[in-house]
């Protein structure tokens, strides 16, 4: 079947087979190679993406649910190429080591410093219950999440 | 790889164009967020002829409010995370608003709807608990018209409800109460990723009387949603009969040691969080 | 900023499911659904038949000359274990590629499997052509007659748990014009490309190996897995790209998982709290087919087993048996934390044995003097850091909760050494390390050794992936040894470089830019105990919601000699410390009656999620440097060590109940 994605603003079509999951849209057919597959099961967040401005784990959507709707990737976060507050805060605090989960944790952080009133430390560790970092303990990802969003307030 | 096997899809934007179509097909499978639908086409436990998407069914994207009838409606295709601020300010939304706000992460509430929670029959979602303890009804569509089941009854055992073929969950129906005390707990633990107990109570106390007071169970402990009749309590310091009935409803249920623990751990769950539930409803 | 993590914001990272080639194929492994049985007939897909190989033993921990039984590419007669490879089928499209798997069929004549360690010394050969099922047996230390006041005995188990990086295993495999070029998510482009040569019979010369970004391994990318060969055996057949990428569900049916080991000790000591011997049995289930480093498991948690302590006589026999379950492999610690967790458990229960308090007693058991175990561990003494360590985390005041606390040692793998090279290519100083990096760390301690040594700005310096055509030689990371081993042949390369440009007469950093020059160096290195960190570690534990037991506080002061960068250690000790909380709360591979895995999804084995990060206390110590030029111990599996034990006790102090099981027993709560 045809199906048309806006992805960062930006329309994909393509003739897919209906089954297609949207990571695989996402990341086969658009070229986005920012958005990982992680767990395939909702485990883990390294799929995240915003759906109409929510966060939605791409792995358990098929491409076909998201016609007509505004998707945005970890690559649209960024723009023009200059990091947003959340990525910025990520890098600078070095909360990162491998890396394979800087878009989810892009995104949620994103999604929270958008919507979310609160933004102290248990707040933000409850909001990031769903993406999965193996690496770092989760406290230097808070940290910087919560940084990023004190920064944001003070502008 | 995990990936779906092959099916036809059709987006549904009517109720009779679902009605008319799901006829058509000998296995349809109907997904309204998806989250469990396609994890289950993924894992190819499911292989349905085609996949109907009940997403852009606005029908089902409502919620009504009956001041007469003093009921609410809340229509299947509404996501988890809507319902805080759509939800009235009763006390039975208030229960049901801390089950849905339970629900996986804020990514599952996003995607996650109403119907796709209550029609799964997994002994671990949460919605059918709090549902069943504030006495909800399941609104039933079909080509003959319209039936409702307490939302208490629509479980046969895990991962089977009462709905048949060509049926969809329009919605639940629930009346609202006021001035309830609720309790919503539940036991998670990470191997397996599972709930052993979940238990939701909700109790309208008046000095020492009790003018109401119900409670259901769900959880890999139990099975299904089960709700427990506490009807014939009426004082507050009958609570050690209370909890003599519980312990007895705990103790009755057939259980197994199996991989969610065995049937001693499951019962301390249960009891444990059953008491702690009676003991937050019930305190002045 | 650090450039590495700048690019994944971007969606520019290269991870090897990244990597897109014109008519690749898909590969997919048709997995065996029993976990012992006798392969009947299988119809369909490439098997044993095509590829009759078996693998040989590379990765961490290498040597030669073992008697034990290695996995075959693909089952050949008999499936030992659930997951393991009998098939495997291929297209250009990746979901007919998957609806390919079930166009395999296979008949199966089921046996009983062997699940247990218990199981498997009573049971007969799961390999026919052995006598029993044990691997290999082992003495440590002594044979000695015990005549001490106090005897303290226990049976003590961790269970497996898989490594579960977040990026799982993957590879793409290219065989083009008489070279096999192969690209993957490895801690070792070079053990994977020993493996391979040497497995499909090619000339090192013809294969050539790129290391993905690499997202996360904790052991599980250092081996040379069955599908890497299928995948570069179907390129060379067909002479198309192949890739394969692994699925949640197969790491955990098929991924090595780590600890499987339990051992049953006697601890000797007399009422003071002197120590005075330790013996027992080490058991280690190595699953359905070994390796050097599973083989020698039990060998190696015996060797450690005295920790920092002095302990005069140690005698320990170690056995690591066949099971019908998936090969062991490390886990990040790799029998350091077992070897902790074992010890420091007896230690406890020593200390509750003749009441006194245990921090106490494991002070007094510190050696005043260097002292060499019976096993030949040689430790230096550490009694001052454990005494202020203690002071740091305010002791005497946690001791009012329910805490735990663990003293501990982390041996780097630092045998065989490491290599490095550095070349100034247009302006750019790029370094390839032996040990490839997949995190940060690896990033930050080379730029600050490389501005230390050649005053090179940190933005002109790119750590380059692994590379076996730049740098030929190398060995892995892992074991907590890079910072030492390729620091090590970081900072002498850099030495080299400096005097290199010194003779050209090259006298500031400009000049120095605009060069091509280059310097390579490779060093083996031996255990040497000022290479050797201390651990303190503790935990308090709290019951939540009246029922679950949750580890609410961390603390960790941790000896790293001289770091590298404080910043990233520090989200190396956290990230370690979690993983090793979770060990004993809930993260481990069980399986249910039949040997099949229990967990069907990544969330089901347990792991940690952000909400279950206890408050974490990190002090970051130097108690002397390494014997290496920059001074940098281990770190990478410090975490893993220490945590279990500390939060062990903190439960068991919560529940009043023995904890000598990992994961927790829930029954304990009933
Ligand atoms: C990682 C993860 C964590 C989760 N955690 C929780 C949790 O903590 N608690 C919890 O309760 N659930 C949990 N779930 C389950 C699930 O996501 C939620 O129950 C969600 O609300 C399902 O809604 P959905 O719209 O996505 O359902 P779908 O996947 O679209 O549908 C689920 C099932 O309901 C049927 N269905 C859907 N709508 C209708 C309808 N109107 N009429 C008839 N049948 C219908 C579908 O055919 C399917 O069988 C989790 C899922 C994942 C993947
Ligand atoms: S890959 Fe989607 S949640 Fe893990
Ligand atoms: S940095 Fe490796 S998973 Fe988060």
Not at chain 1, 100 to 112: D, E, L, N, R
Not at chain 3, 50 to 55: K, S, V
Not at chain 3, 478 to 490: E, K, V, Y
Not at chain 3, 615 to 640: D, L, M, Q, W
Request: one cysteine or more; proline letters at 4%; charged letters at 25%.
């Amino acid at each position: 079947m045809r199906i048309r994605l806006n992805i960062n603003g930006k329309d994909y079509e393509s003739d897919v087979e209906p089954r297609t999951l949207l990571v695989d849209f996402i990341r086969d057919v658009a070229g986005l190679k920012g958005t990982h597959i992680g767990c395939e099961t909702g485990s883990c967040g390294a799929c995240m993406v915003l759906l109409d401005g929510k966060p939605v784990k791409s792995c358990l959507m098929l491409a076909a649910q998201a016609e007509g709707k505004k998707i945005v990737t970890v690559e649209g976060l960024s723009e023009g190429g200059k990091l947003n507050a959340v990525q910025k805060s990520l890098s600078q605090k070095k909360a990162l080591q491998c890396g394979f989960c800087a878009a989810g944790f892009s995104i949620m952080g994103t999604w929270i410093l958008e919507n979310e009133q609160d933004t102290d430390y248990e707040r933000v560790k409850s909001d990031l219950a769903g993406v999965v970092c193996r690496c770092s303990g989760y406290e230097p990802i808070i940290n910087a999440i919560v940084e990023a969003a004190k920064n944001e307030r003070k502008d | 790889m995990k990936a779906p096997p092959s099916f036809d899809f059709i987006r549904i934007n009517k109720l009779n164009e679902f009605y008319e179509n799901v006829d058509r097909y000998s296995s349809p499978l109907i997904i309204s967020g998806g989250t469990v639908a396609v994890l289950m086409l993924k894992n190819r436990v499911i292989r349905p002829d085609v996949v109907i998407d009940i997403s852009g069914i606005e029908e089902l994207n409502v919620l009504k409010k009956d001041k007469e009838k003093n009921e609410v409606f809340i229509g299947s295709n509404i996501k988890l995370h809507e319902l805080k601020s759509i939800l009235p300010d009763d006390s039975a939304s208030e229960l049901i608003l801390k089950a849905a706000t339970t629900v996986g992460d804020i990514a599952i509430r996003s995607m996650g709807s109403v119907g796709g929670n209550v029609c799964l029959g997994d002994p671990g979602n949460d919605l059918p608990v709090a549902l069943a303890a504030v006495g909800a009804n399941a609104v039933v569509g079909s080509r003959e018209g319209i039936r409702t089941v307490p939302v208490s009854e629509c479980y046969v055992k895990p991962f089977k409800t009462v709905l048949k073929k060509g049926e969809i969950l329009l919605g639940v129906s629930y009346k609202m109460l006021y001035g309830y005390r609720t309790s919503y707990n539940k036991f998670f633990i990470n191997f397996l990723d599972h709930y052993v107990g979940i238990v939701a109570a909700i109790a309208k106390v008046e000095g020492i009387s009790i003018k109401d007071m119900r409670m259901a169970v769900s959880g890999e402990a139990i099975g299904t949603t089960v709700k427990i009749d506490l009807a014939e309590f009426s004082k507050i310091d009958e609570i050690n009969a209370i909890k003599d009935k519980l312990n007895k409803f705990v103790n009755e249920r057939s259980m197994s040691d199996d991989r969610f623990g065995t049937v001693k751990f499951k019962k301390k769950v249960l009891l444990t969080l059953m008491f702690q539930a009676i003991d937050e409803v019930l305190k002045a | 900023m650090s450039e590495r993590t700048e690019k994944f914001f971007m969606g520019k990272g290269s991870f090897v499911d990244d990597i897109q080639l014109p008519n690749m194929l898909y590969l997919e492994i048709v997995r065996s659904k029993k976990a012992h049985a006798k392969i009947l007939e299988v119809k369909g897909g490439l098997t044993a038949k095509d590829i009759p190989l078996t693998l040989t033993s590379t990765g961490e921990s290498y040597r030669m000359g073992r008697n034990y039984e290695v996995e075959p590419v693909f089952a050949k007669g008999k499936v030992l274990y659930y997951g393991q490879p009998v098939a495997a089928v291929y297209d250009k499209d990746k979901y007919k590629a998957r609806d390919l798997v079930e166009s395999v069929e296979i008949a199966y004549q089921e046996l009983k499997p062997v699940l247990s360690i218990e199981e498997s010394l009573s049971s007969s050969p799961i390999h026919e052509n052995r006598k029993d099922n044990i691997v290999a047996r082992f003495e440590i230390g002594k044979r000695f007659s015990p005549e001490s006041e106090v005897k303290v005995s226990d049976e003590l188990y961790m269970e497996r748990v898989l490594p579960n990086p977040l990026e799982t295993r993957g590879i793409v495999a290219y065989y083009n014009s008489g070279k096999l070029n192969v690209w993957i998510s490895t801690q070792s482009v070079y053990s994977i490309k020993n493996g391979l040569s040497k497995i499909l019979g090619l000339d090192p010369a013809e294969v050539n190996v790129f290391q993905a970004d690499t997202g996360g391994a904790f052991g599980s990318k250092s081996a040379v897995y069955p599908e890497y060969v299928i995948a570069c055996y179907l390129s060379m057949k067909t002479k198309q790209p192949v890739k394969w990428i692994e699925s949640r569900e197969e790491h955990i049916s098929s991924t090595r998982p780590g600890r499987g080991a339990k051992a049953e000790l006697q601890l000797y000591g007399n009422k003071k709290g002197k120590i005075e011997g330790i013996e027992g049995k080490i058991y280690v289930d190595v699953g359905a087919y070994a390796d050097d480093l599973s083989s020698t498991s039990p060998s190696w948690i015996g060797y450690q087993i005295t920790g920092p302590y002095l302990i005069e006589n140690v005698y320990i026999e170690g056995y690591s048996v066949y099971t019908n379950k998936s090969p062991l492999g490390p886990y990040r610690g790799a029998g350091r934390p077992e070897a902790a967790f074992f010890i420091e458990r007896m230690i406890d229960k020593f200390a509750d044995q003749i009441g006194m308090d245990p921090v106490e007693l494991r002070l007094k058991n510190l050696p005043e003097r260097p002292f060499q175990s019976p096993t030949g561990l040689k430790v230096l003494p550490s009694k001052s850091f454990f005494e202020e360590g203690i002071k740091s985390i305010n002791y005497s005041e946690l001791k009012k909760r329910n805490v735990g606390v663990s003293f501990g040692i982390l041996l780097p793998a630092v045998f065989g050494g490491e290599s490095a090279k550095i070349k100034i290519d247009e302006g750019v100083v790029k370094v390839w390390l032996g040990g490839n990096a997949h995190w940060q760390r690896h990033e930050l301690f080379v730029k600050r050794i490389l501005k230390e040594i050649l005053e090179v700005p940190e933005e002109k310096v790119v750590l380059m992936n692994g590379d076996t055509t730049e740098l030929q030689k190398g060995i892995g990371t892992w074991g907590s040894r890079s910072a030492i081993t390729a620091g090590n042949a970081l900072y002498k390369a850099a030495m080299l470089l400096k005097e290199k440009a010194e003779k050209m007469n090259i006298n500031s950093v400009e000049q120095l830019l605009n060069s091509d020059l280059s310097a390579e160096y490779y060093e083996n290195m031996q255990l040497d105990p000022t290479m050797i960190s201390f651990l303190l570690t503790a935990a308090v534990a709290e019951m939540r919601d009246g029922i679950k037991p949750v580890i609410e506080e961390v603390w960790a002061y941790y000896d790293v000699g001289e770091p590298l960068s404080e910043e990233a250690v520090y989200g190396q000790i956290t990230g370690g410390l979690l993983m090793g909380v979770q060990e004993v709360l809930s993260e481990a591979l069980i399986y249910d009656s039949k040997g099949k895995p229990l967990p069907e999804t990544m969330a089901a084995t347990g792991i940690a999620y952000s909400i279950n990060a206890p408050k974490y206390h990190v002090k970051i110590k130097t108690f002397g440097r390494s014997n290496t030029p920059h001074g940098a111990k281990g770190v990478g599996e410090a975490g893993t060590v220490g945590a279990p034990p500390a939060a062990a006790r903190a439960v068991e102090k919560l529940l009043n109940k023995r904890v000598n099981k990992l994961p927790l027993d829930f029954d304990l709560l009933a």
